[in-house]
């Protein structure tokens, strides 16, 4: 069963002047099968919550959000900093999903996949000749972590770096965080965000065998890919006509900077175009972005398809391999929430105030719930199980609990008034959130802000 995350099964018992044992008493169920309800009760009301701010359950759209070029950058975070009015939120590390992206007023192809992290989710779909990949790569805790600490205590540090986004997880829960500090001495590791769960090191307790995955530049999973000697990975799972778009673009990290890469991309019967390159500094991840037009080889791509690439090293080295894609001019970041417009090292970044605009949906509940949400979440659980008590109550067997048992059976009247009560308090803190929470920017001063032509 999926685990609630807004809020937790004591929060309910909080909210309702229950217990675990009077539920289990006047219902007949045994205490698994009363968390197994309460559980069930949180997660439709995750899902009320967010259809009641959002207008449906998956989270906030920002439509035709303006970034603005600094002929510097190439690489720029979701979210409202270069908007001239003021808005509040933050949707870093909880992007779902990239609707559409203009170049001014030019609509771009979405990249291939659309989700620009499907060619480094999976290591079993990939062959390797003296390479070892590890897809999973991740130091096991030391010591429990609570609810709200800002830290973890972790077998190895060696690995990680102020900045990364790395991803906490035990046998039933987990959560991203953005590493603010490191104590390499004591092996701490410190989150900007606090933790939302409870996590153990070991096999015991509700959270068991915690460990920090990471570091992960995109999406889910990022390939660690060891050579023992020159040697390549391959992917050959995916069958597409790359000739609609002009790069392909990935982030590389490698621990030597002297390492050559080359990257094949082949048709159907093994022949391959190839580009090589070198990354710029060892162990700084930095994106790649090769044009396919300049690619060696005599495929022509305009009649075509490819059917799998490879990446291929001179020489022993580690690098990291992640958030590959086929473009037009631009990609992102799945979660993490950066947006990338795509060029080789001999063109120029986007120009000083250029204006780019993307529609977008993320979860601002994903890294950190306000107080408000966590209460309404577990006051519209407390309304279920309200429903369901008074359900049970209507059973003859539930006037005999009173007589058998020694447990006072609250009267109908008083079922009804609690489950009011908790209705209007949720109410009362999902508008101290907000409802129909839809943001529809304006453009900058000085560039139009007509936006019809947005989705």
Not at 172 to 194: G, L, P
Request: glycine share 6%; aromatic share 14%.
């Amino acid at each position: 069963m999926v685990k609630p995350s807004y809020a937790q099964e004591q929060a309910v018992y909080d909210e309702t002047g229950m217990t675990s044992s009077f539920v289990q008493t006047y219902s007949g169920k045994s205490a698994s099968e009363v968390t197994d309800l309460i559980n069930s009760y949180l997660l439709t009301a995750e899902s009320k919550v967010k259809q009641m701010i959002f207008k449906d359950n998956k989270g906030a759209t920002i439509h035709g959000e303006l970034h603005l070029g600094t002929g510097e950058d190439d690489e720029f975070d979701l979210g409202p900093e270069d908007e001239v009015y003021f808005t509040d939120y933050d949707p870093k590390n909880c992007v779902e999903n990239l609707f559409a992206c203009y170049f001014n007023k030019e609509r771009r192809k979405m990249p291939y996949p659309k989700d620009c992290d499907k060619f480094t989710e999976r290591k079993s779909l990939y062959t390797t000749s003296n390479i070892i990949i590890t897809d999973d790569e991740s130091t096991a805790l030391t010591a429990d972590a609570s609810e709200d600490a800002e830290y973890v205590k972790v077998n190895s540090v060696s690995h990680l770096t102020i900045g990364d986004r790395v991803l906490l997880k035990g046998d039933n829960y987990e959560e991203w965080k953005e590493v603010e500090d490191i104590d390499t001495t004591n092996k701490y590791v410190y989150f900007t965000v606090e933790l939302r769960y409870d996590y153990q090191y070991n096999t015991t307790g509700s959270n068991p065998n915690a460990k920090l995955y990471g570091p992960i530049y995109a999406g889910e999973k990022t390939l660690k890919c060891v050579a023992s000697a020159a040697g390549y990975i391959e992917y050959k799972s995916f069958v597409k006509n790359i000739d609609i778009y002009d790069y392909t673009t990935f982030r590389i990290k490698c621990n030597d900077a002297t390492v050559t890469f080359t990257l094949y991309l082949y048709d159907d019967g093994g022949n391959a175009t190839t580009q090589t390159f070198t990354v710029t500094k060892a162990d700084v991840p930095e994106i790649i972005s090769l044009m396919i037009d300049e690619f060696s080889g005599s495929i022509d791509w305009n009649d075509i398809k490819c059917y799998g690439f490879r990446l291929a090293v001179n020489k022993a080295c580690t690098f990291y391999f992640d958030n590959f894609s086929f473009n037009d001019e631009w990609s992102w970041s799945p979660i993490v929430g950066k947006f990338i417009v795509s060029h080789t090292k001999d063109e120029e970044p986007p120009a000083d105030r250029y204006p780019f605009y993307v529609t977008y949906k993320f979860d601002p509940f994903k890294q950190e719930i306000p107080e408000c949400i966590k209460a309404a979440t577990a006051q519209l659980a407390g309304v279920r199980l309200i429903d369901f008590l008074i359900g049970v109550r209507e059973r003859d067997i539930a006037f005999e609990v009173e007589a058998e048992t020694g447990v006072p059976v609250p009267d109908k009247e008083t079922l009804y008034h609690t489950r009011g009560t908790l209705i209007a308090r949720a109410n009362a803190n999902i508008a101290e959130y907000g409802y129909g929470f839809e943001f529809v920017i304006t453009g900058e001063a000085g560039v139009e802000s007509t936006k019809e032509w947005l989705v």
